[in-house]
Structure formats: structure tokens, C-alpha cells
């Protein structure tokens, strides 16, 4: 029994070692880019603008912590989802953002939301465009 | 039986200043890694009933999940057993890595998982089945003392198509302080919202805010004697509730498939989580 004793130990200490490195930095990842036939895509909600309230509500639930609660705001997290940047992109690109994700630059993949909820999601950040 | 009802108690209350959203698996996992720097804390508890009138039993679990990266993910588990006229122990600990190996979302995403195990053979929270199971009616007080040190590993695999998502476990454990050989289990899971679309109102009770699914999970067997022969098996559907912007409740009936199993495993849970906790910690010891 004593020869793993010191077990529980090693491994705290891995993690705190771990732990003590700095996190990877944010910023944009020019390597991050939607393949084409991605960014071709059209929003199947883009004739129910009116879906995009249902977006807000995702957004505040699962995008707001790194986004801020406004979106249109950069955070030391993220970059602001309402610069010419990410607006110029087409809904198809940003659909495929949100659904992959970008580990690298700890964006989570948010395939598990519902296909038409990362839609609303999309349209919602469309009307940022309006309230900058 | 006050002891019981005191952790109960102390569960609950835990439970009532909880907030986050969760998916509704109890036992399988799938790709979804915590947030980096972001601190969940959940309570998970089982209530056992059992069969040729052995005693009833509670087991609560405290979860402490931890997102390093956007590609790993620890967690520290705390448990303890209760048993009707019998004892209430601490069983034990458990600390659990799990590693995302692909970028991006895949028509199956692998996802690794590592996780040691210093808990005594009085646990009952039955986080995961493995190996062969047999009813005991053995005493807590004297199980407490047979403590053990296991390793286990888990292949995890996980879609999402169509709003539904299928995750499928596959278990190796090995207990290093007793020769059992590798023990082998599984888990499988699907789930789905019972709307896809979210709605604009801020409404406790909308479709979207439910997601049911169903668990099987179960043991099968060892190295020594692998098979289903000797094994528990549970069947178990699931229901979250997303009662707030945050905020989840979950609860799953898990009935015993097999002559080893327990009748039911009667399960609930609810989780908080504190978001940028990685960057408050640094904040406070002076980081930028």
C-alpha cells in the first residue's frame, strides 16, 4: 500500500507545474479560415430576422463570458464581434467558427448547440452591424 | 439516519446556490471540454435501491471540473456512501484528465481520458461500471477500510447530427492494489432538445430548455473472464432543465438490467459554474 503513497502527490504537483506556465495568448489565428465551401453557405434564417432574439439568448448563455455581455465590445478573452473584421466575413464563414471552434486560441467548438440555434446565433451577430 | 438526512441536507443546499448548464448524461461523456479557465462545480447523488431486501443506499459526489486549455480539462472528485442502518463514509477521491487530440468539430470526435481512483470498496456512486458486480450486504463501516488505488482510461467518442447527440465510452480499469486483471465496461448515451430552435422570450419552461435522452452502461468483465456473465448493466433515461440563464437541473432512473444489478439507481444532480475562475485566481496573487 505504501509504495503509491506518494502517488496523489506527483500528480497534484504535475498539474500545479502545469498550471504555473502561462495560458496560450489570445489574438486572431490567420491560419483560422473557413474552407470555401464553408463560407459559401447561406443562412437558412436569413428571411426570419426576427429568429435573431432566440441568438441573443444563446450568445448570453455560452458566448458572453469570453465576448462580454454586449458582443460588440472587444474582451482581454476576445475580439469584438462587431469590428469590420469579423463582419466582413460571410455567415457561412462564422457558422463554421462557432461550430469548430479554435483550441489553439481556446474558442470551443460549439457543435453540440443545435444546427438551427448556431444559425440564430449568426443572425444575431449580423444585427450587431446596426447597434455599432 | 440522521446523518443521512443531514447530508441530504447539506446536498440540497449545495444545489440551491448552483448554477450552469450541463448536458444530461450522468455516467457517459461526450467531446464537450470545460471552458478554458473556467471552474464547474457540480453535485451529483445516487440513490440505490436494491434487491433481496439489502439496504437502501445514498452516495453523493462533489465535482470539481477545471478547463486548462481549450484541449484539456481536469477534474477532482470527492465522494462519499450512506446506508440505511448501517454508516456514512468518505469514500474516497478521484482526479481525471481528459485531452481533446483533433481541432474542430468531426462526424466523430475522439476524446482521451485518464483518471486515478483512491476510493475504498465502500464506494456506491457507480460513476462508471466495470468488471464483474455481485449484491453484498456488507457493512460500509467495514468496507471503509479495504482501500484501493486504480487506474482507468476511457475512449470516448462523440457525434452530434441533427441535434441529437450519440456518445459512445469504452473502459479499461485496473486496480493496482489487488490482482484483478483489466477490467472492462462501457457507456453509451444519446440525447437531443426537445425544440432545435431557441425562442426570444426569457422563458423558464420552454421546449428548449429540456433535453432527454437515454444511458446503458454496464460492465463486461476482466481479463481474467471477460463477458456480460456476472455483470450489472443499467438502462437509464435522462432529462436536463436549463431553469435559468445558468442553471441546470438533471435527473435519471436507471434501472438494473441483470441479476447483479441494483433494482434502481435513482439519480440527480445540479452544477455551478464560475466563469474566468482561472483569471480571478491570477488576479489574485497578483497576476495580470
Same mark, same amino acid.
Given at each position: ?132 | ?26 455516467? /457517459? ?110 457493512s460500509l463501516r467495514d468496507l471503509h477500510g479495504e482501500k484501493a488505488h486504480e487506474l482507468e482510461g476511457k475512449l470516448i467518442l462523440s457525434s452530434n447530427a441533427k441535434g441529437w447527440n450519440i456518445s459512445e465510452n469504452f ?86 438490467? /441483470? ?30
Amino acid at each position: 500500500m505504501r509504495r503509491f503513497s506518494c502517488l496523489p502527490l506527483l500528480l497534484a504537483l504535475a498539474a500545479t507545474s502545469v498550471a504555473a506556465q502561462p495560458l496560450s495568448p489570445q489574438g486572431t489565428d490567420p491560419s483560422w479560415v473557413a474552407p470555401e465551401k464553408d463560407a459559401a453557405r447561406k443562412n437558412p434564417l436569413a428571411s426570419k430576422p426576427e429568429l435573431a432574439a432566440g441568438g441573443q439568448k444563446v450568445f448570453s448563455r455560452t458566448c458572453a463570458n469570453c465576448h462580454g455581455d454586449e458582443a460588440h465590445r472587444a474582451t482581454t478573452k476576445a475580439p469584438d464581434l462587431a469590428s469590420d473584421a469579423v463582419q466582413a466575413q460571410s455567415d457561412g464563414a462564422i457558422f463554421w467558427k462557432i461550430t469548430n471552434g479554435n483550441t489553439r486560441k481556446a474558442m470551443p467548438s460549439w457543435g453540440s448547440i443545435p444546427e438551427p440555434q448556431r444559425w440564430q446565433l449568426v443572425l444575431y451577430l449580423r444585427s450587431l452591424r446596426d447597434t455599432k | 439516519m440522521r446523518r443521512f438526512l443531514t447530508i441530504f441536507a447539506l446536498m440540497l443546499t449545495l444545489a440551491a446556490a448552483a448554477r450552469a448548464q450541463e448536458k444530461p448524461y450522468f455516467v /457517459t461523456y461526450d467531446q464537450t471540454m470545460e471552458e478554458k479557465g473556467n471552474l464547474e462545480i457540480s453535485s451529483e447523488n445516487t440513490f440505490g435501491l436494491q434487491k433481496q431486501g439489502l439496504p437502501t443506499f445514498y452516495a453523493p459526489l462533489g465535482e470539481f471540473e477545471y478547463g486548462w486549455t481549450g484541449w484539456w480539462t481536469s477534474e477532482l472528485y470527492l465522494e462519499g456512501a450512506s446506508q440505511h442502518n448501517d454508516a456514512t463514509v468518505f469514500t474516497g477521491y478521484r482526479i481525471e484528465n481528459r485531452f481533446k487530440p483533433l481541432n474542430g468539430e468531426h462526424k466523430i470526435n475522439p476524446i482521451l481520458y485518464f483518471e486515478y481512483e483512491r476510493i475504498s470498496e465502500a464506494s456506491r456512486i457507480n460513476k462508471e461500471v466495470v468488471g464483474h458486480a455481485e449484491l453484498s450486504n456488507e457493512s460500509l463501516r467495514d468496507l471503509h477500510g479495504e482501500k484501493a488505488h486504480e487506474l482507468e482510461g476511457k475512449l470516448i467518442l462523440s457525434s452530434n447530427a441533427k441535434g441529437w447527440n450519440i456518445s459512445e465510452n469504452f473502459i479499461l480499469e485496473k486496480n493496482l492494489t489487488e490482482d484483478e486483471g483489466v477490467e472492462f465496461g462501457y457507456a453509451l448515451g444519446v440525447y437531443r432538445p426537445l425544440s432545435l430552435i431557441a425562442s426570444g422570450t426569457n422563458c423558464h419552461f420552454c421546449r428548449e430548455n429540456f433535453k432527454a435522452g437515454m444511458e446503458l452502461y454496464g460492465g463486461l468483465g476482466s481479463t481474467q473472464q471477460f463477458g456480460f456473465e456476472d455483470t450489472a448493466h443499467y438502462l437509464a433515461p435522462v432529462l436536463a432543465w436549463h431553469a435559468g440563464e445558468n442553471s441546470t437541473f438533471k435527473v435519471s432512473p436507471g434501472f438494473g438490467l /441483470t441479476h447483479n444489478s441494483s433494482r434502481m439507481l435513482i439519480r440527480f444532480g445540479y452544477t455551478y459554474e464560475i466563469q474566468g475562475f482561472g483569471s480571478k485566481m491570477k488576479r489574485m496573487f497578483g497576476g495580470k
